[in-house]
Each structure stands twice: as structure tokens, then as C-alpha cells.
């Protein structure tokens, strides 16, 4: 059985970090049945290697510099805790919002996530809502 750990620091180090290798390494790294549950996602799920690749495809062009910065990083058996900052620059505008990934790890791969964040300091930096809302 793969280090819970290990896995999961090679998957955002390797996976997400630069975003370039996304398509190479993620997919790679993800179990045929891996499952997200994400805020951004169409009904809150995406499922399934391909939706994998569908999703995350368009990430290097949409912000060639998204970096997540992990201040935490908690496994246990299983799975994985992460507090994290993303950042990037998004049709010019530079954001951050921070973030908890809770990750499940089968052999050497990612079976499932689940991602909450900031969504609306996020949509602030964006323009889409109220600096004061």
C-alpha cells in the first residue's frame, strides 16, 4: 500500500503545480472511477477519468501561473486533509483564496476529493461580485 502522504503531496506537486503537467500527470494519477466534489463543478460533482481530463484540460490556458500553496498537509489511513492557498492571474487579475481538500487515496492513486473555498472572495477578485458584499 502507497504512503497516503506521499501520494497525495506527488498529486498536487506533480499534478497541479505547474498546471502545464495537468493532462500528462493528473490523469495518470487519478483512479477510472475517481469522483470530486468541487462548488465550481455543474451540480457539484464531476466523475470519472475522462470528466477528469474534460475539466482540467483548459487550466493551463485559463491561468498558466495557478500555484497551490499547501500550508497543511494531515493523512490518516486513507486520506488526506490539506489547507490551501490558490493563487493565479485570471484574464489579468491576480487572485488567492484559501481552501480544505480532503483527499482519498486507493494504491498509488486518487480516488476521490472533496474541495471547499472561498468561493465568494473568489468571485470578489473576479469582478462577478462586490468588493463589500
Keep these: 500500500m502507497a504512503d497516503t502522504e506521499a501520494v497525495v503531496r506527488r498529486y498536487i506537486d506533480e499534478a497541479w503545480n505547474p498546471p502545464g503537467n495537468t493532462l500528462a500527470i493528473q490523469g495518470m494519477m487519478v483512479t ?43 493523512a490518516f489511513g486513507d486520506r488526506a486533509i490539506v489547507r490551501f492557498t490558490t493563487t493565479g492571474t485570471v484574464e489579468g487579475k491576480r487572485m488567492a483564496f484559501d481552501g480544505m481538500w480532503m483527499l482519498r487515496v486507493e494504491g498509488d492513486k486518487i480516488a476521490e476529493e472533496w474541495v471547499a473555498y472561498d468561493t465568494l472572495h473568489l468571485a470578489q477578485q473576479e469582478g462577478r461580485v462586490p468588493a463589500d458584499a
Excluded: Y
Excluded at 469522483?35 to 482540467?56: K, T
Design 32 to 74: 477510472d472511477d475517481w469522483v470530486a466534489w468541487r462548488p465550481e463543478s455543474e451540480g457539484g460533482v464531476v466523475r470519472g477519468r475522462e470528466a477528469f481530463a474534460e475539466r482540467f484540460a483548459a487550466i493551463p490556458d485559463a491561468v498558466p501561473d495557478l500555484f497551490q500553496q499547501v500550508h497543511e498537509l494531515i
